[in-house]
């Protein structure tokens, strides 16, 4: 009855007229940026943020999960119409989508995407509302060794779990360690990297390395390397579903809820696993007369799965964030920078006072599911004119955009050189293919890592030791070592086994 009346409450104050004007704004905005190729639900949260910073937080952060729901969904929409993926979740779904759109089933493809969003978004919620207070629990009892080691595990998942090579993600991780040591140190109050520059003093800003590398590197990389590209829009007809479609449809949405929602609560490797593990479920759960459809002229059920379970892992992704601190995602990283901004850490106190703001969040999830759902079936046809706009305009508009944002926080031309010298370094990591998510989650995590680091080592009398000392630190300490060795360990048996079964086939074929 608790969870209820605070729900409730809630409810109350995310539904007054200025909340709702700001939750629908998100979700437009966000839906537009995400139709857009190239722009997910990071890169809006990152150009619209600095608009917020004069506007009550609890307005800006449900104009956030708005924003960051709507760019989900838009990001269906290019890749469904165009084969254009907004961000690498939405790939998944360009693969049976964009089939469905060339053989004229676009408007089918559109529609089982934005139901099974808004279904699995609204369990995915209902899950949030169930299971934050408890994890707020859990994390209440544990001290500053196992903290700090919680956030080493996420670190660490992150880093190791996120792209192909382990280095790669490390080498990213440590860049963005190494950003967050960049400014005046809190305990001791020496200068750190910061090269004399009064402007660095109080550090490097969560929003102009989330600007300088997922959109001044996007543009920047586009003009650089990509050149002209020309994409065929397919005809989106009519947006509904045949009886047919639904009964195809509602187990693949419901098996992408289940499968997304854990992936969001841990950090194993963002939003991109789950989508390609729901996929390759529905391929193998496809009943029999429509496994032909996979890979020719594209499976509703490919579309339905990938989409919920990519939706489920955005939503579930609050519960480490708003019950810990600890972003597991790009967009989860942009956040908690911005509730830096604001002076306000999410963690488990927000669950043991009562805190009204946390309560509004989950809130606003199930308003924002519901706006997306009516925005969005009627009017696809309408976001689809969005893709006709020429790719040149379109990323020139963003980049100004984006400095006037960045200009506008402080009046700073120093702020903008950063944030285009952090545009460059996204442009080389972009060009060797080193990931963007451990440095932005090494940055966010990094000072609150130093001070549990510095705080277990002052209970364990400036000693180590203290991390193997306590049963629940030495155990995080060991899922940390799995979490990185594991999984490299079975790709490479699975490697391995493939290379062994191909050269069977061809000894056969001899």
Same mark, same amino acid.
């Given at each position: 009855?608790?969870?209820?009346?605070?729900?409730?409450?809630?409810?109350?104050?995310?539904?007054?007229?200025?909340?709702?004007?700001?939750?629908?704004?998100?979700?437009?905005?966000?839906?537009?940026?995400?139709?857009?190729?190239?722009?997910?639900?990071?890169?809006?949260?990152?150009?619209?943020?600095?608009?917020?910073?004069?506007?009550?937080?609890?307005?800006?952060?449900?104009?956030?999960?708005?924003?960051?729901?709507?760019?989900?969904?838009?990001?269906?929409?290019?890749?469904?119409?165009?084969?254009?993926?907004?961000?690498?979740?939405?790939?998944?779904?360009?693969?049976?989508?964009?089939?469905?759109?060339?053989?004229?089933?676009?408007?089918?493809? *559109?529609?089982? /995407?934005?139901?099974?969003?808004? @279904?699995?978004? =609204? #369990?995915?919620? &209902?899950?949030? %509302?169930?299971?934050? !207070?408890?994890?707020?629990?859990?994390?209440?009892?544990?001290?500053?060794?196992?903290?700090?080691?919680?956030?080493?595990?996420?670190?660490?998942?992150?880093?190791?779990?996120?792209?192909?090579?382990?280095?790669?993600?490390?080498?990213?991780?440590?860049?963005?360690?190494?950003?967050?040591?960049?400014?005046?140190?809190?305990?001791?109050?020496?200068?750190?990297?910061?090269?004399?520059?009064?402007?660095?003093?109080?550090?490097?800003?969560?929003?102009?390395?989330?600007?300088?590398?997922?959109?001044?590197?996007?543009? *920047?990389?586009? /003009?650089?390397?990509?050149?002209? @590209?020309?994409? =065929? #829009?397919?005809? &989106?007809?009519? %947006?509904?579903?045949? !009886?047919?479609?639904?009964?195809?449809?509602?187990?693949?949405?419901?098996?992408?809820?289940?499968?997304?929602?854990?992936?969001?609560?841990?950090?194993?490797?963002?939003?991109?696993?789950?989508?390609?593990?729901?996929?390759?479920?529905?391929?193998?759960?496809?009943?029999?007369?429509?496994?032909?459809?996979?890979?020719?002229?594209?499976?509703?059920?490919?579309?339905?799965?990938?989409?919920?379970?990519?939706?489920?892992?955005?939503?579930?992704?609050?519960?480490?964030?708003?019950?810990?601190?600890?972003?597991?995602?790009?967009?989860? /990283?942009?956040?908690?920078?911005?509730?830096?901004?604001?002076?306000?850490?999410?963690?488990?106190?927000?669950?043991?006072?009562?805190?009204?703001?946390?309560?509004?969040?989950?809130?606003?999830?199930?308003?924002?599911?519901?706006?997306?759902?009516?925005?969005?079936?009627?009017?696809?046809?309408?976001?689809?004119?969005?893709?006709?706009?020429?790719?040149?305009?379109?990323?020139?508009?963003?980049?100004?955009?984006?400095?006037?944002?960045?200009?506008?926080?402080?009046?700073?031309?120093?702020?903008?050189?950063?944030?285009?010298?952090?545009?460059?370094?996204?442009?080389?990591?972009?060009?060797?293919?080193?990931?963007?998510?451990?440095?932005?989650?090494?940055?966010?995590?990094?000072?609150?890592?130093?001070?549990?680091?510095?705080?277990?080592?002052?209970?364990?009398?400036?000693?180590?030791?203290?991390?193997?000392?306590?049963?629940?630190?030495?155990?995080?300490?060991?899922?940390?070592?799995?979490?990185?060795?594991?999984?490299?360990?079975?790709?490479?048996?699975?490697?391995?086994?493939?290379?062994?079964?191909?050269?069977?086939?061809?000894?056969?074929?001899?």
């Amino acid at each position: 009855m608790e969870l209820i009346h605070a729900l409730w409450q809630g409810l109350a104050v995310a539904t007054t007229p200025e909340n709702l004007l700001w939750a629908l704004a998100g979700c437009v905005l966000g839906t537009a940026m995400g139709v857009l190729p190239g722009f997910g639900p990071s890169v809006a949260i990152a150009v619209l943020l600095p608009m917020t910073f004069h506007v009550d937080i609890t307005q800006a952060f449900i104009f956030f999960i708005a924003i960051a729901g709507g760019g989900m969904y838009g990001g269906s929409t290019a890749s469904i119409v165009l084969n254009t993926p907004g961000e690498s979740a939405s790939m998944v779904t360009a693969m049976e989508g964009n089939r469905m759109a060339l053989n004229g089933r676009a408007g089918v493809a *559109l529609a089982t /995407a934005a139901i099974g969003s808004f @279904v699995a978004g =609204t #369990l995915a919620a &209902v899950f949030v %509302v169930w299971a934050a !207070p408890w994890v707020a629990g859990v994390a209440q009892k544990l001290g500053p060794a196992e903290t700090f080691m919680l956030m080493v595990m996420a670190l660490g998942a992150v880093s190791a779990a996120i792209d192909k090579s382990t280095l790669r993600g490390m080498t990213a991780l440590f860049i963005g360690l190494a950003l967050a040591c960049v400014g005046i140190e809190s305990t001791s109050g020496a200068e750190r990297w910061t090269a004399g520059w009064p402007l660095l003093y109080d550090g490097i800003d969560m929003v102009l390395v989330a600007v300088g590398l997922f959109v001044v590197a996007e543009v *920047l990389h586009a /003009a650089m390397y990509e050149g002209r @590209v020309r994409s =065929t #829009l397919n005809t &989106v007809g009519r %947006v509904r579903m045949s !009886p047919q479609d639904w009964k195809r449809s509602w187990r693949p949405w419901l098996r992408g809820t289940v499968i997304g929602t854990p992936f969001g609560c841990v950090p194993v490797g963002g939003i991109d696993m789950p989508t390609y593990v729901s996929y390759a479920s529905e391929r193998y759960m496809v009943r029999e007369q429509y496994r032909n459809e996979f890979g020719k002229e594209g499976a509703i059920e490919g579309v339905a799965g990938p989409e919920a379970a990519n939706n489920a892992t955005v939503t579930a992704a609050l519960i480490p964030l708003l019950t810990m601190g600890i972003p597991t995602s790009n967009t989860t /990283a942009v956040m908690l920078g911005a509730f830096q901004n604001y002076g306000v850490m999410p963690g488990h106190q927000w669950f043991a006072v009562g805190h009204a703001l946390v309560w509004v969040l989950i809130a606003s999830l199930f308003i924002g599911n519901l706006m997306l759902l009516v925005l969005n079936l009627p009017m696809a046809r309408m976001w689809t004119w969005l893709l006709r706009i020429p790719r040149p305009q379109r990323y020139a508009a963003m980049l100004v955009l984006a400095t006037a944002g960045v200009y506008g926080m402080r009046q700073s031309m120093g702020d903008v050189f950063i944030m285009y010298g952090l545009g460059l370094l996204g442009v080389a990591m972009r060009r060797f293919d080193f990931p963007l998510t451990p440095l932005v989650v090494g940055l966010a995590l990094g000072p609150m890592a130093e001070v549990q680091l510095r705080q277990a080592v002052a209970v364990g009398n400036g000693s180590l030791a203290i991390f193997v000392q306590r049963p629940w630190s030495l155990a995080l300490l060991v899922v940390v070592l799995l979490l990185v060795v594991v999984p490299r360990a079975l790709q490479g048996w699975a490697n391995r086994r493939m290379a062994q079964a191909r050269a069977y086939a061809q000894e056969e074929g001899l």
